[in-house]
């Protein structure tokens, strides 16, 4: 017979983990809490509205067609894709700027916001090129078990390439004098890590990512990405549980059993914990097989949390982008309110997508479909109705001087989610939304082991182990796990 394995959620980790551990010929079972898979990327339907609930910029398109090609498929099979152009709009205090798919027109607006900029965005981008590279086909798919992993002529060699010991912000400042080139530069780091001073400088392979390998959209919305992992997971075997709260890992001799939902039990040769890690080991395994203590775990730096809000209106915005970043305050204050003194921001940076720009079936004729994020410290306190209402009230009321037209009396449909919901929703550590900040001190071996230390046939993978946050690293993680787990017990 061949040998049971059990996966905990089926957020994109768990959904690669279970395909892969499936073409290995294992018997895979995958239980969820919810009743339907995607975890953080499930999808809401409500009023002939359809929203992603968590994410949305489309980015690293090679890192998912080689995850189906590994399952013989391709993603032109899969989910029409379509290049955004102009990727994505800034809106400064001064008006909005568009940022143009094509690498020349950049240039020639890099150039117009600081003379001479376009030849050091060649060099800058030549670097992050390098680091890409070595990135993604090297650095995340290391397990992060052991230094000796990283004994790699390639990496020795390219070390000081890597950038791995000097910041994104002092990195940027070495290219770019313009407060607004240094604010389009640092922002993938900062809505997604951590403060530029403080995440190194290989993360600039997020500029790669962005300029060279553009900024997409699946047709459908990213839940078509869900859907099409879900349909290779089915086709290869494996069995999905959906509605299945897990509540215990059954232990014996530091060895995992069964695990227990609230109406069944599972036996298992090998158990994956793809749901939030915190949970999993403080919530699901008795106190003597948890790896870590929980003032090893308030010691973590967290990448952010956030507050969104999934918003109809029964009118279209016109010249709206599917993709805008309002960066019309201060860059600086924010990011210290999320990562250093966090508290609730006084006057946030924020992200709108409206998918109904790009994709008509996402919302009904003549309405538009709106996805409002505001990044916050995780572990906030006092998430009341009250406090996202006056959030709710900040960022209409400057999405309605920035984009001139009324938007609040438009409004057919609205619902929040943050801090509380990610922690009832998806158990989320702290409420977070991302996983853990890329740090130097939080990189690799430095993580939460994809390996229980202390019990034999327990493994991790999702946003707070290997790799680490974000969709790309999130396919990764599972693959990454799921090697290891053939490693150890094949």
């Not at 009023?47 to 949305?56: E, I, L, V």
């Not at 992050?128 to 992060?144: D, M």
């Not at 505001?374 to 001087?401: H, Q, S, W």
Request: proline letters at 5%; a negative charge; charged letters at 25%.
């Amino acid at each position: 017979m061949n040998k049971k394995i059990v996966i905990i959620g089926s957020g994109f980790a768990g959904l690669s983990a279970a395909s892969f551990m499936a073409k290995a010929g294992w018997d895979v079972t995958v239980l969820e809490k919810h009743d339907i898979p995607g975890g953080r990327a499930r999808q809401l339907k409500a009023d002939g509205f359809t929203f992603d609930m968590g994410p949305s910029w489309y980015w690293m398109p090679d890192v998912f067609e080689r995850y189906f090609a590994q399952f013989g498929k391709s993603v032109d099979e899969l989910y029409p894709l379509k290049r955004l152009d102009p990727s994505y709009r800034v809106y400064w205090n001064d008006g909005p700027v568009d940022i143009p798919a094509n690498y020349t027109a950049l240039k020639k607006l890099f150039d117009y916001i600081e003379a001479g900029s376009a030849e050091k965005l060649d060099a800058f981008l030549k670097e992050a090129e390098y680091k890409y590279s070595v990135g993604i086909n090297k650095l995340v798919h290391k397990p992060g078990q052991s230094l000796s992993e990283f004994f790699d002529w390639d990496l020795i060699k390219g070390l000081l390439r890597l950038d791995v010991f000097n910041s994104m912000k002092a990195h940027v400042a070495k290219h770019f004098r313009n407060t607004k080139l240094k604010e389009l530069m640092e922002f993938p780091v900062l809505f997604l890590g951590a403060l530029p001073e403080k995440t190194p400088a290989l993360y600039s392979l997020m500029n790669y990512a962005d300029i060279k390998g553009g900024t997409w959209y699946p047709q459908g919305g990213f839940y078509s990405v869900v859907q099409s992992m879900y349909d290779v997971a089915i086709e290869l075997g494996v069995k999905f549980h959906f509605a299945q709260q897990v509540r215990s890992i059954r232990i014996e001799n530091g060895v995992a059993k069964k695990v227990m939902t609230e109406s069944s039990e599972f036996d298992a040769d090998v158990v994956i914990g793809a749901a939030d890690y915190h949970h999993v080991e403080t919530k699901l395994l008795q106190p003597e097989y948890r790896s870590y203590s929980e003032e090893y775990w308030n010691e973590r730096v967290m990448a952010p949390s956030c507050l969104i809000f999934y918003i109809g209106l029964n009118k279209k915005i016109p010249n709206i982008l599917h993709h805008s970043l309002f960066f019309d305050t201060s860059f600086a204050v924010h990011g210290k309110e999320i990562y250093e003194t966090k508290e609730w921001p006084t006057d946030p940076l924020f992200y709108v997508s409206a998918t109904s720009v790009t994709d008509d079936s996402v919302a009904p004729e003549g309405c538009e479909n709106l996805f409002i994020l505001i990044p916050v410290a995780a572990g906030l306190e006092n998430d009341t109705e009250d406090l996202r209402d006056d959030y709710f009230e900040m960022v209409m009321n400057r999405m309605e001087k920035q984009l001139g037209v009324s938007i609040k009396d438009a409004v057919v449909y609205k619902r929040s989610f943050a801090h509380s919901d990610f922690v009832s929703e998806y158990n989320a550590f702290k409420g977070n939304a991302y996983g853990l900040a890329n740090t130097l001190l939080q990189t690799a071996i430095l993580k939460p082991s994809c390996r229980s230390k202390k019990v034999k046939n327990l493994f991790y993978a999702g946003q707070l182990t290997v790799p680490g946050p974000g969709v790309p690293p999130s396919l990764i993680s599972g693959e990454v796990v799921a090697k290891e787990v053939v490693k150890a017990f094949s």
